[in-house]
């Protein structure tokens, strides 16, 4: 089963499958079903060190997570009343290459409910259309035959932990990441440390009990709690509001003020380092929908990327029907305005082939835009579940790759992904010109252009 797959039926014919199908690589557990899932490849025991792709940009890069509370607002996934709080992790040029030690892609307490989910994701594929797992595997008593995480070591990042911010003559552009439905933060990374490397200070957002697990200073995880397959709307408003709250923040924090609830001191050199007049964002799946909700309804935010999500109006779907769907999603591609937007898409499909909520933006966006969509790439593929896959398949962990992409190699998926992210924030954040997004590029020729330019 494709989940992107637009299956034909006249007029809107919305169901749950179709709402969802493009935004969530998740529904329940760590993602989507895989055609056939992992293999295990060999019963080596060596213990395995993931690493992620080194940045290409001229600066090294340092790292700062922060505790981040919402007085002003309750948060309505609770049953209780308590304020808001979420964790954003700032990638930023630094300066001093030994200072500080390199962070790790995830912090302990988070990694042990994901080491969890993953050996579950790779070890139980869902979906119809998910073979049987081989009986080898399904009747082994003691799980011997099943893939395992035990001798694996989740990556170390290539930024340094709190280190002084790389002094400019002018304030960096800031770019904002928001993860797909149950995804982390972390899965921004291989993306947020590029850009850093270029001189771009990154947000990653945690939109808490909406991901998986976020951890919480002196080791406190909160999982996520509910089920979007009845909730997407309510979701989208929620990670709109967390955005419009961390921009704010971000302006309270360039004046030096304290850095989280900890009140932890920022990095020496981060006060006055942010242009907050040059804000961009980015996000995957139901990130990608929260990136245009963000710009349609928050006017700091000058340019967006899609990647590989679908777009949600502020109504239930199913409840309101085509005609007011309609209607939402052309006024919130109209509220966009002439605001650059980019969606990079999956598959080498075009709009049409996402389903009436990804074409009814596209069609109704009227500012620059580009659909750019990458042969060979899944909806995995705009992730950090690409390198981290590809690296345990590499290893002999895995014995085939579970739909992290089709005939795509890793490396240049990564290569592609952060050309094209890095330009469109080079051209619109940094007004400097480039000619990779005026259409089809000999030197990524698996990226197809919709409209064909």
Do not use: C
């Not at 994901?114 to 998910?130: C, H, K, M, Q, V």
């Not at 305005?337 to 596209?362: K, Q």
């Not at 992409?405 to 010109?433: C, E, K, M, S, T």
């Amino acid at each position: 089963m494709d989940i992107h797959r637009n299956e034909a039926q006249p007029g809107y014919g919305i169901t749950r499958r179709r709402i969802l199908g493009g935004a969530l690589a998740v529904a329940a557990g760590l993602a989507t079903s895989t055609s056939g899932g992992a293999a295990l490849a060999s019963s080596r025991r060596d213990r395995v060190r993931l690493t992620m792709p080194a940045p290409t940009g001229p600066h090294d890069i340092g790292t700062v997570s922060l505790h981040l509370v919402d007085h002003t607002r309750q948060d309505p996934w609770l049953t209780t009343p308590q304020p808001r709080e979420l964790m954003v992790s700032l990638w930023y040029p630094a300066r001093g290459a030994s200072s500080g030690h390199l962070a790790p892609w995830m912090t302990p307490g988070a990694l042990a409910h994901y080491r969890s989910e993953l050996t579950a994701f790779l070890n139980e594929p869902t979906g119809p259309d998910a073979p049987p797992p081989p009986p080898e595997r399904s009747e082994a008593a003691d799980g011997s035959d099943q893939v395992s995480l035990d001798g694996v070591d989740f990556p170390i990042t290539h930024a340094r932990h709190a280190a002084p911010v790389e002094r400019f003559a002018h304030p960096r552009p800031v770019v904002l990441f928001s993860p797909g439905f149950a995804f982390d933060r972390e899965h921004g990374t291989f993306v947020a440390e590029d850009l850093a490397s270029h001189g771009y200070v990154v947000v990653t957002v945690s939109h808490t009990y909406d991901a998986k697990e976020v951890e919480f200073p002196g080791g406190r995880v909160e999982l996520g709690k509910h089920d979007l397959d009845h909730l997407p709307h309510r979701a989208m408003q929620i990670r709109r509001a967390d955005t419009r709250f961390v921009l704010d923040k971000l302006a309270d924090l360039n004046t030096g003020a304290a850095a989280d609830r900890q009140h932890h001191g920022l990095p020496v050199g981060l006060r006055g380092s942010l242009d907050l007049g040059r804000v961009g964002m980015f996000g995957h799946s139901l990130g990608g929908a929260t990136t245009a909700q963000a710009m349609a309804n928050d006017p700091r935010v000058r340019a967006g990327v899609n990647l590989d999500g679908s777009f949600f109006p502020d109504v239930d779907a199913l409840e309101a029907g085509p005609e007011v769907v309609e209607k939402e999603l052309t006024q919130l591609a109209h509220r966009i305005g002439n605001r650059p937007f980019m969606i990079m898409a999956s598959g080498g499909f075009g709009p049409d082939y996402f389903g009436d909520l990804m074409s009814t933006v596209w069609y109704n966006l009227h500012g620059w835009r580009r659909f750019v969509s990458i042969v060979g790439s899944t909806h995995f593929t705009y992730t950090d579940l690409l390198p981290l896959l590809a690296d345990l398949e590499a290893n002999g962990i895995l014995s085939e790759d579970p739909q992290i992409g089709v005939g795509l190699d890793p490396d240049r998926a990564v290569a592609i992904i952060r050309a094209y992210i890095r330009a469109f924030f080079d051209r619109w954040l940094r007004n400097r010109q480039t000619h990779l997004l005026d259409g089809p590029s000999d030197q990524y020729p698996e990226a197809k252009f919709y409209p064909p330019a």
